[in-house]
């Protein structure tokens, strides 16, 4: 993560990002105007009530769905206008994802999990491929597993090897979609320390994207949505502060 290029500005910019689905005569505003940014080596959490927005902006920032305006800059490139062809390499070169279902696949080890997108980026050689996913098992401690798999694996251990195959190609940002959704509370700490030690000793610059308030003032930054709009914004445990809770709409009160 270290060597990554200098980025000039935000990583991630998204300006004025709106999403609507349309059936039949039936309108739904998924987003109403996002302006957000996030910077490098910022660790930032987007929570909020059930159908806050969440879920679609997380898709649109990952390129796997199209905003039906505004604008989304990724690594200082216009993301929103990139072809279908393109997206896939951008992706792979750009954005680390960890999702809340592991997606590891069965019958490949753990260090064959790890190494599936730079097999895919190409033109790496294999003794350069082994000597990054071993690199990279060792620094989310979980080396002595790399020959197992997934089956093998606690929930924790599973979603220690995603974060390792989302950093090993050392993108711009890594994306967690609710990385702790499918863990025990014992596991998800773990997983959140491990977060937190990747972006203060590493640099990791994370977006994450969570339900759960507990675990997302253990961010550096705050990101409260709410019917599709940024409603609030700080640093850790000031969110809920600069908005009483009177204040807030009714479906982000539930939701602290």
Sequence with gaps: MTNAPVIEG?????????????????????LAGVDLAVGRGEYVAVTGPSGCGKSTLMAILGL??????????LAGQD????????RAAFRNRHIGFVFQ???????????????????????????EREARVAAMLS????????????????GGQQQRVAIA????????????????????????????ELLEELNTKK??????????????RRARRIVLLSDGQVVDEGFGE???????????????RNAL
């Design 10 to 30: 935000p990583v991630i910019e998204v300006r004025d990002l709106t999403k609507i689905y349309r059936t039949d005569q039936v309108e739904t505003h998924a």
């Design 64 to 73: 796997l769905d199209d905003p039906t305006g505004g604008s989304y800059r």
């Design 79 to 86: 993301a929103a206008g990139l072809r279908e062809r393109d």
């Design 101 to 127: 279902a592991f997606n590891l696949i069965g019958d490949l080890t753990v260090a064959e999990n790890v190494a599936l997108p730079l097999i895919y980026r190409g033109g790496i050689a294999k003794a």
């Design 139 to 154: 620094d989310i401690g979980i080396v002595h597993r790399a020959n197992h798999y997934p089956a093998q694996l606690s």
């Design 165 to 192: 195959r989302a950093l090993v190609t050392e993108p711009d940002i890594i994306l967690a979609d609710e990385p702790t959704g499918n863990l025990d509370s014992r596991s998800g700490e773990s997983v959140m």
């Design 203 to 216: 640099g990791a610059t994370i977006l994450m994207v969570t339900h759960d308030l507990h675990y997302a």
């Design 238 to 252: 000031t969110v809920v502060t600069l908005h009483p809770e009177d204040d807030l709409p009714e479906n982000a």
